[in-house]
């Protein structure tokens, strides 16, 4: 409008970040390691051999697959985004380490995974739990995972009895592997930055492979960390666990009678139902009010009366989770299944 003052607008900022003409989806967990000197520090500290196959999950645009690529005999990349998995061919054909990347397309938790020495990984940090139990499970034995997680997710991994981040997640991580801490890693050293810092942990699957059952073992962890900084006698007075505990207690003497004089171990290894609900899901605690009732002095009779005797025998009764061990948890598993009590 003549004599008037013409506003400028400003220009809105994209949502998504670029590399290479790609745009970054946050909501896909696409945060791109920018920074030369951290991918240089996370591969010396992989300890990657001339002769290793690497596997690397959610590679991007491929500025860490190159380090790898340098250091090992071969990189396996796990890669969903099908215009990650073009910006990786191209960047790399006609170089000479074409015939050592070999590029998967699809989602790694429903890929079988081929066999590989070690994994080195910036990962969707929402699939952390899931990809690291897969891991743990693989069929094939490798050295060890060096992972990028979100800072709280890795500290739940490494954390200890008395920590305040101490948990389900510690607890069972723990169990199958060595873990320890090897970077703190700020939120600007990726492309986009993500809202929290990160941190690289280093994986070492146990050899050999504890003798637990895996759903037993998941199954009471759930049951023990409802609330960790409660007693455990009171989290196994709770209505909720005691119906749990007697309904598979009855199933397990039903398959006992059935299998007219069979042992007690040949039906232990039974699957009674599935109440670990899987090792990837949340580690949060229990936030339902119901969880917290618990049976009066006169109610589950002998068989609360049966459950609370373990945990006296053992002398567990006033202990809390976010104290015990990984040998103490696995010494009351123990005593349960001796008396006939199981989780799974």
Known sequence: ?????????????PSNHYQGGISFHKSKGQHILKNPLLVDSIVQKAGIKSTDVILEIGP????????LLEAGKEVIAVELDSRMVLELQRRFQGTPYSNRLKVIQGDVLKTELPRFDICVANIPYQ???????????????FRCAVIMYQREFAMRL???????????????????????????????????????????VRIEPRKPQP?????????????????????????FRQKSVLLMLEKNFKTLQAVLASLNGGSTGEAAGMDL???S?????????????????????GQGGEFKEKVMNVLKEGGFEEKRSSKLSQQEFLYLLSLFNKSGIHFS
């Open 158 to 200: 490494v954390a200890q009895p008395g920590d305040n981040l101490y948990c389900r997640l510690s607890v069972n991580t723990q169990l199958y592997a060595r873990v320890s801490h090897l970077l703190k890693v700020g939120k600007n050293n990726f492309r986009p930055p993500p809202k929290v810092d990160s941190s690289v």
């Open 1 to 13: 409008m003549a004599g008037g003052k013409i506003r400028k607008e400003k220009a809105k900022a």
């Open 277 to 297: 609900m899987g090792m990837e899901d949340d580690d949060n605690e229990m936030d339902d009010d119901d969880d917290d009732v618990e049976m009066d002095a």
């Open 60 to 67: 991007g645009t491929g500025n860490l697959t190159k380090k």
């Open 127 to 141: 699939i952390s739990s899931p990809l690291t139990f897969k891991l743990l499970f693989h069929p094939t034995s």
């Open 273 to 275: 139902g599935d109440q």
């Open 211 to 235: 003798q637990v059952n895996k759903k037993e073992w998941d199954g009471f962890l759930r049951v023990c960390f409802i609330r960790k900084n409660k007693t455990l006698g009171s989290i």
